[in-house]
C-alpha cells in the first residue's frame, strides 16, 4: 500500500469574480437605476433603457430615439405574455437562455411566444436559441405549427430544417395526416 499527499498552493486565479451576465442579471433582478418599467399583463417590469438599447434595435429607436415611448417612464405592451416577457428580458441582460422549468405548461406553445417576442424585438440570438429548441422537440405531430411559426417569424434556419423534415417520405405520411 503507498500513499501519496500532494501539498498545492492557493492559485490566486481559481477565484476569478463572475462574468458580467450576472452583474447585468443582479441589475435586473433589484431594479436599481431603472430609468424604464414595463406594464404587461398587470405585471410591472423595470428595466434600464441603455442596456435594452444595446441589445435590441427595435428598444433603441423605442426608447432613445425620437418615438414618443423615449420620453415616458412607463410603457405598457399589448400581444405579449408576461412569462414570456421576463423571459426575454432576462436573456437580454443575462444572454441566458430559459431554463428548462421555465416553461411548464405547454413548452412548445412558450417557445413559439418567444420566438415570435424575439422577432418582433430583433432579437436575433434569441431567435436562432429558440429554432433549435423547437428543432430538438419536432415530431410528426408538431411539424407542422413549427414551420408555421418559422415562416410566419422570419426563421429561415428553422423552415428549412422542418421542409427537410417534411422531405422524408415516412415522416411526410404521417405528418400530413395531422
Keep these: 500500500v503507498m500513499c501519496v499527499v500532494k501539498v498545492v498552493p492557493d492559485d490566486p ?4 469574480p463572475p462574468y458580467i451576465q450576472s452583474h447585468l442579471g443582479a441589475l435586473l433582478d433589484s431594479a436599481d437605476g431603472s430609468d424604464v418599467s414595463f406594464v404587461v399583463g398587470g405585471e410591472e417590469f423595470p428595466a434600464h433603457r441603455a442596456v435594452l438599447a444595446a ?6 429607436a423605442q426608447l432613445l430615439g425620437s418615438m414618443a415611448d ?3 417612464a412607463s410603457i405598457t405592451l399589448h400581444d405579449i405574455a408576461p412569462t414570456t416577457f421576463q423571459a426575454m428580458l432576462r436573456f437580454i441582460y443575462t444572454d ?9 405548461d405547454s413548452p412548445v406553445e412558450k417557445l413559439h411566444d418567444l420566438l415570435a417576442a424575439a422577432d418582433r424585438y430583433a ?8 429554432a433549435r429548441k423547437l428543432w430538438d422537440s419536432v415530431s ?8 408555421s411559426c ?11 430544417k422542418c421542409v427537410d423534415f417534411f422531405a422524408d417520405d415516412k415522416n411526410f405520411k404521417k405528418a400530413v395526416l395531422t
Design 13 to 16: 486565479f481559481d477565484d476569478i
Design 55 to 60: 441589445r435590441s434595435p427595435v428598444f433603441k
Design 70 to 72: 423615449a420620453k415616458m
Design 96 to 104: 441566458e437562455f430559459p431554463a428548462e422549468g421555465g416553461f411548464e
Design 123 to 130: 432579437l436575433d440570438r434569441l431567435k436562432l436559441l429558440c
Design 140 to 147: 410528426v405531430d408538431t411539424v407542422a405549427a413549427t414551420l
Design 150 to 160: 418559422a415562416e410566419k417569424y422570419s426563421c429561415p434556419e428553422l423552415k428549412t
